[in-house]
């Protein structure tokens, strides 16, 4: 094995050049090895490969499908032990699929540096929290195993990457259900805990993802198929020895120790979709690749699936200029991350020109709201919403899409009067009128009765306001409430959408290993991230990479018997 003592040492290389390095296909150099090295250490009975009528093209230790949240399941195995480790990735030129494109934080609870960043917690705590959050479908025993094993992730990316520590940037994008027993209340929270590299950089997903391909890259036990997609799983007597990887239209024979699934969430899947999801959804900003491949190949040999109605919620703004029922496709730019929906002098309304949320709650729980089904008029009413700011808001922030009132994009409608909004829209005018009324009274008094904007105070909206203020740095407003009423109006559609795809899966146990129908493990099969059932709701920000990452390093140390 290569020395890595120095991997994660970019030196005089420019962020741009890495940028670019993470888009290059590429192989590693890989021996066909043996199979003895690192093999599942299961406690069930051992899966011996048998060739059968099977003619092996290439054998490993370990095979790991996906290189997004699963990238450090397969340099956990390449540390651990294992003696040769193949990786396969679908797209032909991004390495990383969606996680590489994210922001990069990662949900993580009860770190070594917590009392660095003045967080005070509990095991109990975070447990609670998690089961909440999870509205208690969540395997306990799963969510045990990521948070006693989320410390020792968090040093072993550090140790092997040569970085500095793990921290936060802001206040933004902690815990997401505020009003949770168990939920930290001092703006930190469990999300968005980030590597910070020797130089004290913080390392955003576009910078850590080509550390990850260096690594991949020179490590001689490690090999990368770009371009490679897995397409079955192959077995003896239930165990998984192998599987089968399509790359450049040939089927590939790949014998191994162990496989690890990380194909992500299967939101590009439209026949998946609609069987599983409970209402309809517009956006994704997750990548194109996602469509439920590890899911349906798991199903084939019996896996279990769970949760497969849930998704990492978040609503986008509709940046077509008309609305389209039923259209579902991938958008990055109409995404509500950064939460302008809950900024002050702003609401949400439905077509009856009613509010249906507390605009300033995070993406994820206010994603739930669009699910309501109305009997009366037998319609999810919620879809499409309506965001409705005045020229107070104009005045302060960007509007969605980043863009300033001077120039709104083409997907906000600009009106003199609230009235004419409701006409282009196809709003109630009456309705949108009394509650704007009803709000804007409530709103000059700094309350909100109704849905209970602003309390508790939205730490996270909050801290996200400076991403979209008009003059940097202006001072931010301190509360989230303001009233709507000066011309003139800008309003824009509102559906909802997924932060990186869905989060229902191959069941997993607290080793990672998926488990069939009857709940016993399928000995030589593990699985992390999107594709497998993950460890809890969309509890935080970055639990997409948090719950990935260290289930990935719990698969990988159990694969390798540490």
Not at 108 to 119: T, V
Not at 401 to 409: D, F, L, Q, V
């Amino acid at each position: 094995m290569k020395d890595s003592s120095n991997i994660g040492q970019p030196g005089g290389i420019s962020r741009r050049d890495m940028l670019k390095a993470a888009g290059l296909a590429g192989l590693g150099s890989l021996s066909i090895g043996a199979l003895a090295a690192c093999t599942p250490s299961d406690g069930t009975k051992e899966g011996t490969a048998s060739s059968g009528d099977v003619t092996w093209d290439k054998e490993v230790d370990v095979f790991v499908a996906g290189t997004g949240t699963v990238i450090h399941a397969a340099i956990a195995c390449s540390e651990l032990g294992s003696k040769s480790v193949l990786i396969a990735e679908k797209d032909a030129a991004i390495f990383g699929g969606t996680s590489g494109t994210s922001g990069g934080g990662y949900a993580l609870a009860l770190l070594s540096f917590n009392a660095e960043e003045g967080i005070e917690d509990t095991r109990e705590k975070v447990l609670g929290y998690m089961k909440l959050c999870g509205d208690s479908r969540m395997d306990e025993a799963v969510q045990a195993a990521f948070v006693d094993n989320a410390d020792e992730f968090a040093h072993f990316v550090l140790d092997t990457h040569g970085w500095a520590k793990w921290g936060h940037i802001n206040r933004a994008f902690a815990d997401y259900y505020e009003l949770y027993e168990g939920s930290l209340p001092d703006g930190f929270g469990h999300g968005s805990w980030y590597p910070f590299d020797a130089a004290g950089e913080q390392m955003s997903a576009p910078l850590q993802w080509p550390i990850y391909r260096e690594y991949v890259d020179s490590h001689e036990n490690v090999e990368l198929l770009m371009g490679a997609s897995v397409k079955s799983l192959i077995t003896d007597a239930g165990a998984v020895i192998g599987a089968v990887v399509t790359e450049g239209g040939r089927d590939i024979n790949v014998k191994a120790g162990a496989v690890i699934l990380g194909t992500g969430g299967f939101e590009h899947n439209e026949e998946m979709r609609r069987f599983f999801l409970p209402f309809p959804y517009y956006r994704s900003n997750g990548v194109q690749n996602n469509t439920g491949d590890a899911q349906r190949i798991g199903a084939k040999i019996g896996a279990q699936l769970a949760y497969m109605d849930e998704v990492f919620g978040c609503p986008h703004y509709d940046t077509d200029p008309e609305f389209v029922p039923g259209v579902f496709r991938y958008d990055g730019a109409g995404s509500d991350a950064f939460a302008p929906r809950g900024f002050p002098h702003s609401i949400i309304v439905n077509h009856k020109g009613r509010r249906f949320a507390d605009e300033s709650t995070m993406y994820a729980t206010f994603n739930r709201a669009f699910g309501v089904y109305d009997t009366g008029t037998m319609e999810f009413v919620n879809i499409p919403g309506f965001w409705i700011a005045d020229s107070n808001y104009a005045e302060t922030f960007l509007l969605p899409g980043y863009a300033p009132a001077a120039t709104p994009p083409e997907f906000v409608l600009k009106a003199d009067t609230l009235e004419e909004l409701a006409d282009k829209l196809g709003i109630d005018k009456a309705n949108l009128l009394d509650e704007v009324a009803t709000f804007n009274a409530n709103a000059a008094q700094g309350s909100d009765p109704i849905w209970h904007r602003g309390k508790p105070v939205s730490v996270n909206t909050l801290a996200m306001m400076g991403q979209f203020m008009l003059a940097p740095g202006a001072t931010l407003p301190t509360t989230v409430l303001g009233v709507v009423e000066k011309p003139p109006f800008y309003a824009c559609r509102y559906v909802p959408g997924m932060m990186g795809g869905t989060r229902g899966g191959l069941k997993i146990n607290q080793n990672a290993q998926v488990v069939d129908v009857d709940g016993n493990p399928i000995v030589g099969l593990y699985a992390a991230g999107n594709c497998s059932s993950g460890v809890a709701a969309y509890f935080a920000g970055g639990a997409t990479l948090g719950q990935g990452a260290v289930m990935g390093f719990v698969a990988a140390k159990h694969i390798c018997g540490k």
